[in-house]
Every structure is written in C-alpha cells, then in structure tokens.
C-alpha cells in the first residue's frame, strides 16, 4: 500500500472548498479555489504539512478538478507534481504542470493554476528573509529579493536533482523509526534553500556560475576553519562563514579546494 508523502504531519482533512482556501491563504497566499464541473460530489482536499525553522514543505491532493488563483505572498515556492497534471500563468507566462514539469515563484508572484482531479504535488516553502541571507552569503554582498524567471525553464538535470533533493527530506522526515536530529534537519534545510537558489533561473544566477568565483586570502580561509572547529556542535550556515570570513561562501569554498 502507497505511503502518503508527510503522513506523519496531516493539516487538513476536508469536503469543504472554502475551509481549504483558508487554510491556503496561509501558506501559499491563495485568494481563490474553484471547483470544475462535478467537482462537488468528489472534492477532499488533503494537507499534510511540515514546517521547519524557514523552510515548509506540504503535501496536497484534491479529489476534485480545482482552480487556484495566489498573489502577493511574501515566500518563495516551488512544486513538485507527484501525479496528474495542469495549466499555469505564472506573470504572465502559461506554461504546463506535470510531474516532470513543476512551477516555481517569488513574492508577489501573481499565478493562475489549474490542477486535474487526480493532480497530487509536494510543495516547498522558504521565507523570503531566509533566501536572501543565503543568497548575499553566497555571493559576498547584499542582494535584494531575486525575481524568479517565469519564461526559462531549469535544466532538466538540474530539477531532477532538485526533486531528488526534495523527495529525500520529505521520505527523512516521515520516517518514525529513527527521526533525524535536529543539527542534520538544521544542515537540510540550509541545503534546500542553497539547491532552490541554484536550480532555479533569476536575476542573480550569473553571479553564481563557477566562472564567476575568485579566490580568498588564506586569512579568510583560517578564520572559516577556526569558526567550524568553534561551532562543530552547531548548524553552520552559509551566511554566518561568510560574516566570519568577510567573503562570498562561493569564493571561500573554492579557495578550500584549491
């Protein structure tokens, strides 16, 4: 019998479309659900969702054909279809949903989705504060929110690394037997915000090809060492190594491989 992704950490159990856009308007910033034809009489909207300390991830299924309209969110969000399919406008830009084909967004994305009644997907949830510190930390300067590029899909080994990525946490953190610790559930989460940044196009992708890191003066690299063997009890994030060392993540990290 099939396992319910998240089954651990159910939200919602419900036949009633307006308690589930509620519960939406929430997570997802989602103003409006519609029903298509005979949905009624099969709708069972179903959430399970997990949240960490800036990083969400849910699960959802309808039992219905469903239209949802979302808009100025203050998160970034990406899909992962498990099964069925859709329609998106995404700013704009129309594009299919399926479970090769996901979606992502930024705040203030404005998104037209259409799911089918077999359409079930994983979601990915990461405040936007959490993403531009990983960002700036990355690069070594600050950054404004990165725009999400509606037009350009990600390389196709990209996404399937990314959803392998996901699904990974997702089969860690439903497992009861031997739940992860809190410093590796810490070091996931950094990792999803880290693969999110790298496999999704926006304006500030250039910034992180390897063509564009320089190295760092082993000072730097001396002061990240000492920090790590101070902190190996902690989650050591990007943007705390980066604050330590007054340098860009990437640029230290090849400075270290050098």
């Known amino acids: 019998m099939r396992t319910e992704p998240l089954s651990r950490f159910p939200a919602l159990r419900t036949h009633d479309v307006d308690e589930l856009r509620q519960r939406l308007a929430g997570l997802f910033s989602v103003w ?3 029903l298509g034809r005979g949905g009624q009489q099969t709708f069972e ?6 949240q960490m300390e800036d990083v969400g991830v849910t699960y959802a299924r309808y039992g219905s054909p469903l239209a949802v309209c979302l808009s100025h969110g203050d998160t970034y969000l990406q899909g992962f279809p498990v099964r069925g399919h859709g329609s998106v406008v995404n700013d ?6 399926s479970p090769s084909n996901g979606i992502a967004c930024g705040p203030n994305a404005d998104m037209r989705v259409k799911y089918s009644s077999d359409f079930e997907h994983l979601v990915l949830r990461i405040k936007r504060q959490k993403l531009v510190k990983t960002l700036s930390g990355l690069i070594g300067r600050p950054v404004d929110a990165p725009r999400i590029a509606t037009s350009v899909r990600p390389a196709p080994a990209m996404a399937i690394a990314q959803r392998r990525l996901v699904e990974f946490v997702v089969r860690e953190l439903n497992r009861v037997d031997a739940p992860l610790p ?5 070091e996931l989460e950094q990792t999803l915000v880290v693969s999110y940044l790298n496999c999704n196009l926006h304006n500030y992708s250039h910034l992180l090809q390897e063509d564009s890191v320089r190295s760092v003066a082993p000072w730097q690299v001396r002061l990240a060492e000492e920090y790590i063997e101070q902190n190996w009890d902690q989650p050591v994030t990007v943007e705390a190594l980066a604050h330590v060392a007054n340098s860009g993540i990437r640029s230290l990290f090849f400075t270290f491989r050098k």
């Open 45 to 50: 909207g179903c959430l399970n969702h997990r």
């Open 32 to 34: 409006s659900m519609d």
């Open 92 to 97: 704009g830009t129309e594009g299919e949903i």
């Open 182 to 186: 809190g410093l590796v559930l810490a």
